[in-house]
Structure formats: structure tokens, C-alpha cells
């Protein structure tokens, strides 16, 4: 794990391909807060150290792609962002030389 990411605070970030926005989770000053907002240099790393992901519809269809970061594993964030937006149903990710595998 990267160690930049490591040592802050964050206890998630992700974003989606074709979304200008990326979602940090952290800690600040004692208090969670989400951010939403374009940091390049998180998205650099995101995509470094991340997990690939992508959620869709009930019909596997409606792909929408992106990268997410966490000191844990990936958790369903993207999936609930989706559901709420876009009726997304399943969230999906994929390890280096591997298929996708359904959270």
C-alpha cells in the first residue's frame, strides 16, 4: 500500500471514470467528513494502488466504471453513490489478472 495514502487520514476514496468529482472520506480535525472534489494527484494514486470496480443495473447493463482506495477492502460506497442516482443493483470489482468478481 501506498505510503502517501497510508498515512493520512482517509478511510476511503473513489471516483467514477466519466465523473469529475472523486469522494474522500477522512477524518478532520476528530470529525468524519466527505469531501467531493477533484484532487489529481489522489486519482494518480487511486488508480495505482486502488481495486477497479464497476456497478450496474439489474440486466448487467448501464456499466459505470471507476477505482476505489480503502486501508480495508473495497465496501459498497460506489454501489449505494449508484443506486441513488442511477438504480444500480450490483457492485463488482477486479484484481490484477483476474475476472470480475461481484462484492
Known amino acids: 500500500m501506498n505510503k502517501e495514502l497510508k498515512e493520512k487520514s482517509y478511510h476511503y476514496i473513489y471516483f467514477f ?3 469529475n ?3 474522500i472520506d477522512c477524518v478532520k480535525n476528530g470529525r468524519v467528513v466527505k469531501l467531493k472534489s477533484i484532487h489529481n494527484d489522489l486519482v494518480k494514486l ?3 494502488y486502488g481495486v477497479r470496480f464497476k456497478t450496474v443495473d ?3 447493463g448501464d ?3 471507476g477505482y476505489y ?3 480495508h477492502i473495497i465496501d459498497f460506497e460506489p454501489l449505494d453513490h449508484m443506486e441513488a442516482d442511477r438504480g444500480h443493483t ?3 470489482y477486479k484484481e490484477p489478472k483476474k475476472d470480475w468478481q461481484v462484492l
Open 58 to 60: 439489474d440486466d448487467n
Open 21 to 23: 468529482w472523486i469522494e
Open 90 to 92: 450490483m457492485l463488482y
Open 69 to 71: 482506495w480503502s486501508k
Open 63 to 65: 456499466d459505470q466504471y
Open 17 to 19: 471514470d466519466n465523473k
Open 46 to 48: 487511486v488508480k495505482k
